[in-house]
């Protein structure tokens, strides 16, 4: 098969041909369709992830896949040889690639309507996204300001807000992402990068006050739109894009009384029926059209540029790998 493979930090990400995986016991093997990429894979191809441990290399990157199941291990029921599945690979990487292999009782079926890039970036961006609208508990009389509006999770997380009722300012970094962030239910999206940005938002709201920040940014953006916020508000963080966390104050917490909650990772996992129950929910959302995923799909070959481009900030919605292109 054909996998992505780095083979010293730093490097480049080279499409190879390697041995193709047998499923062991209880685990099946997928033939990847889609493969789902996150910042997390560029810092560990940099060999700078802090948080999370660097592999031993060789190593194949990625830790989501969907695809069709074409082998079965021991154990395992011929029901599944032929089914189309997503699931997370876990910290053993191996997404990008041809093949990959999991358990079975890591699977999803992916619901009927649904392919392949949509389900992977439902399968965690989806999932953390209702995670981070679960701990905003948004409703009509919030004002919500989202930053990276018109990121994976940014897309899905105006559209929850949105949906349930709240008016939706989006930070963006560029107009066309001003108009995905518009497009995903934002009723306000503004330039962060443009001097006097908070002066805009405040001046378009007409007198209403921010309510709550949803923050996948982190650094002097998110510090910024903190800063928005009116007394009592809320927080809810969801990620750190620009390399560092959003800085909170005890001022913050207790002369402003704002409450803040941290929605990534095994924070959300934690949630009420755990991580599979918050995967299940997600692929339901987009099956029936309640979260529509963004999606930017590079050939695997091009598994650098796409790490590139999602640096660079030059990508929209959810950036995923095809092995069938290019």
Do not use: N
């Not at 389900?119 to 679960?134: E, H, K, P, R, S």
């Amino acid at each position: 098969m054909r996998a992505v493979r780095l083979h010293a930090f730093g490097d480049d990400l080279g499409c190879e041909q390697v041995e193709d995986p047998s499923p062991g016991p209880g685990q099946v093997r997928i033939a990847v369709r889609a493969a789902g990429v996150h910042l997390v894979d560029a810092l560990i191809r940099r060999g700078r992830a802090e948080w999370v441990p660097l592999p031993d290399l060789p190593a194949v990157p990625g830790s989501e896949v969907a695809g069709v199941v074409d082998a079965l291990g021991r154990d395992v029921d011929e029901a599944w040889l032929g089914e189309r599945v997503v699931t997370q690979l876990g910290l053993a990487g191996g997404g990008y690639a041809e093949l990959a292999v999991r358990e079975v009782g890591a699977l999803h079926v992916i619901p009927d309507g649904l392919d392949f890039p949509a389900a992977v970036a439902m399968i965690c961006t989806g999932a953390t996204a209702l995670g981070v609208v679960d701990a905003a508990a948004p409703g009509p009389d919030d004002v919500v300001l989202v930053t990276a509006a018109a990121g994976g999770v940014g897309t899905m997380v105006t559209q929850g807000a949105s949906r349930a009722g709240a008016l939706v300012v989006g930070l963006v970094g560029c107009e066309e992402k001003r108009r995905v962030a518009l497009r995903a239910g934002a009723s306000i999206a503004v330039d962060y990068r443009r001097a006097g940005w908070q002066d805009e938002v405040v001046a378009r709201l007409g007198g209403r006050e921010v309510t709550a920040v949803l923050d996948g940014v982190g650094g002097e953006p998110g510090r910024a739109a903190v800063e928005l916020l009116a007394p009592g508000g809320r927080v809810v963080l969801f990620g750190s894009s620009s390399g560092e966390p959003t800085r909170l104050t005890t001022d913050d917490l207790f002369a402003r009384a704002l409450t803040a909650t941290v929605a990534a990772g095994p924070h959300v996992a934690k949630r009420s029926g755990g991580l599979r129950a918050l995967e299940a929910r997600a692929l339901t959302a987009a099956a029936t059209g309640v979260l529509t995923p963004f999606v930017q799909a590079f050939p695997l070959v091009e598994a650098s540029r796409a790490h590139e481009a999602m640096e660079s900030r030059h990508t929209v919605g959810k950036v995923v790998l095809l092995p069938d292109a290019g």
